[in-house]
């Protein structure tokens, strides 16, 4: 199986097909679909996807639609909640999602938590799975995250009547490794100056990822790098170089109207962005151990609590304290060349906007220039945050 898509007998590859797997994502899991393969959507980065790759079973990220009104949603979840979680529950009710046979989801937030429940009682689907995902990176809450997962794995196996041997897992453990070890790899084709590859092709790539077998994702990624190595038609320089850092980004509009500007956006911070794939799982001699220790601990996500780090003398401090939080966000800066970061969150976004306040403290000390945005997840709010982009642009340009 090649996995590569023809449309009225045209075979795309690399960033073409990129683009119309993102712009049409369902069409691959349809094909799958009718081939006898079984997809279990998923929300955010919890679900342990390594899982359902050992089982045969084809992950697909769910996510909103910024160009759909809202309009089912609202009879179930408070208009008052994050907009990102209200469209992907709008369009599921709506049957875009309707080639599901499972849903995984895991405790990223609250309105999240909630989000699940409320799906499992209106769209009805043959498996359904909810794994209570701890917030801390104590020896504790990774032991009770393997647990949950071992939990996972029993529900799993009576779904598909098959045994996720420790064997399995691993292949399948190594299969997602090399799909964020390629990750890294596109990334660093924004590295140059002017980059090689535009902000909003990454995220059309990334969402084509999600909206793939990790198989065939990996062979898109390497298609992906070869052709933007190759071309010459990339990016023109510009005066700013930023890092978009926050909530879930899972269109192309929002980096759109950013390089629209006397900018290139060549780092992030996010999901569907670079969150999920910039750290390995161990092999572990117990996977669910490595898997634990990696989804709690090597992911860094303001849902995660990390204890307050101290300073020197063992006491509690804020600037060490940010310096633990942040740390690596200076390692991006520096490696990808950044001059500015824009911090932005959806509407009603906890998760991210508390962690809001110290991380502008942290990038002013570090002699990082930041604004913040706010936004609600819908293409009108976009022009409003185009003259506030531009006015930061002209303060670091
Ligand atoms: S964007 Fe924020 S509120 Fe919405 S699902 Fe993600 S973490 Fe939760």
């Given at each position: ?41 998923y929300l955010d980065i919890y679900p ?14 769910i996510?909103g ?12 979840l408070p208009?008052i909640v994050c907009p990102f979680l209200r469209s992907a529950l ?15 989801a895991a405790h990223t937030c609250e309105v999240g938590e909630k989000w699940a429940h409320i799906w ?10 909810y794994i209570d995902t701890p917030h801390t ?109 926050g909530s879930v ?21 996010t999901f569907?962005?670079?969150r ?19 989804y709690?601990?090597?992911i860094?996500n303001p849902r995660t609590f ?39 969150t959806l509407r009603y976004c906890d998760i991210q906007g508390y962690e809001v ?20 997840y ?20």
């Amino acid at each position: 199986m090649t996995g590569n898509i023809r449309v009225a007998g045209e075979q795309k590859q690399g960033l073409a097909r990129a683009g119309q797997i993102y712009h049409d994502r369902d069409i691959r899991m349809r094909q799958l679909k009718a081939e006898g393969r079984k997809v279990l959507g998923y929300l955010d980065i919890y679900p342990v996807l390594e899982m359902l790759t050992a089982l045969d079973l084809v992950p697909f990220g769910i996510l909103g639609d910024i160009k759909e009104p809202i309009s089912r949603a609202d009879a179930c979840l408070p208009t008052i909640v994050c907009p990102f979680l209200r469209s992907a529950l709008d369009l599921g009710l709506k049957g875009r999602y309707d080639f599901l046979d499972g849903l995984v989801a895991a405790h990223t937030c609250e309105v999240g938590e909630k989000w699940a429940h409320i799906w499992r009682i209106y769209i009805d689907l043959p498996y359904i799975h909810y794994i209570d995902t701890p917030h801390t990176t104590h020896q504790s809450a990774r032991e009770h995250l393997a647990v949950l997962l071992s939990d996972f794995q029993g529900t799993l196996e009576s779904f598909t009547g098959a045994k996720l041997t420790p064997e399995r897992l691993r292949r399948a453990i190594r299969m997602h490794n090399e799909q964020r070890a390629l990750v890294r790899g596109l990334y660093d084709l924004r590295k140059p100056d002017p980059p090689l590859i535009a902000g909003t092709e990454v995220v059309q790539v990334l969402v084509a990822l999600i909206s793939l077998p990790v198989e065939e994702g990996n062979e898109l990624l390497r298609q992906v790098i070869d052709e933007v190595k190759q071309r010459h038609d990339g990016p023109k320089k510009k005066p700013a170089r930023l890092l978009l850092w926050g909530s879930v980004v899972d269109s192309t509009d929002l980096i759109a109207m950013i390089e629209d500007l006397e900018a290139n956006v060549v780092m992030d911070d996010t999901f569907v962005g670079s969150r999920a794939y910039f750290s390995d799982v161990k092999l572990t001699d117990d996977p669910l151990e490595g898997l634990a220790e990696h989804y709690l601990v090597d992911i860094r996500n303001p849902r995660t609590f990390r204890e307050t780090a101290l300073d020197e003398a063992n006491r509690k401090d804020y600037w060490a304290d940010l310096e633990s939080r942040h740390g690596y966000l200076k390692d991006y800066a520096r490696e990808w060349n950044v001059n500015g970061v824009i911090l932005q969150t959806l509407r009603y976004c906890d998760i991210q906007g508390y962690e809001v306040p110290g991380l502008k403290d942290y990038l002013e000390h570090i002699g990082l220039p930041c604004t913040y945005l706010e936004w609600n997840y819908s293409q009108a709010a976009l022009s409003p945050l185009r003259t506030r982009v531009q006015a930061f642009l002209e303060v670091i340009g």
